[in-house]
């Protein structure tokens, strides 16, 4: 063990674009903020909740987002050597046959919030979806309708509008 690469996959956003678009499609930069957003909101969580000795590895963390057509996902990493033999006070050491904490901690943030994530990014593609039918409508053809919609990106929110109690709860379970 040693470096920290989590992928979280995204099935039913991909089953969603495919059955609203009729194929699969990448994610426009409008449903690509959503995600960054719903990440950035997670990646806080995961790093209030690290154990910290000397803090290197709770600043490591880094997120990625992956839009490809049929391949909707949110990539943690953590390039810290060590970092997948962390585990909370307390526990077994991971060399002693402990669970490192990031098993624990990444799957538990991201159902946490996948409702929310789901949500948002499906009423993004919807909006998405309205806005090719409607440029398709006034003469574009498919691929220059789909190349304009969705261009316009939201404002960027600070990702903590997130349900507060929701990662309240959510960090009371994790401590």
Do not use: C
Not at 53 to 77: E, K
Not at 96 to 125: D, H, S
Not at 146 to 167: K, L, N
């Amino acid at each position: 063990m040693s470096k920290i690469h989590a992928v979280a996959k995204l099935p039913e956003i991909n089953s969603y674009i495919k059955q609203k678009h009729g194929k699969r499609r990448a994610l426009t930069p409008a449903e690509a903020t959503i995600l960054f957003e719903e990440g950035n909101a997670q990646m806080r969580v995961i790093r209030q909740n690290w154990p910290v000795r000397t803090g290197a590895s709770r600043a490591a963390w880094r997120l990625q987002v992956r839009g490809r057509p049929g391949d909707v996902a949110l990539i943690f990493d953590n390039p810290q050597q060590y970092s997948s033999w962390i585990t909370k006070k307390g526990q077994k050491p991971v060399r002693e046959g402990g669970k490192p904490w990031y098993q624990t901690l990444l799957p538990t943030v991201f159902k946490a919030n996948r409702p929310r994530l789901v949500r948002r990014l499906k009423e993004a593609i919807d909006k998405t979806e309205l806005e090719i039918q409607q440029l398709e409508q006034r003469g574009s053809t498919q691929l220059g309708a789909i190349q304009q919609a969705g261009q316009q990106v939201p404002a960027f929110r600070r990702p903590t509008t997130a349900e507060p109690s929701t990662f309240r709860q959510l960090i009371r379970r994790l401590m």
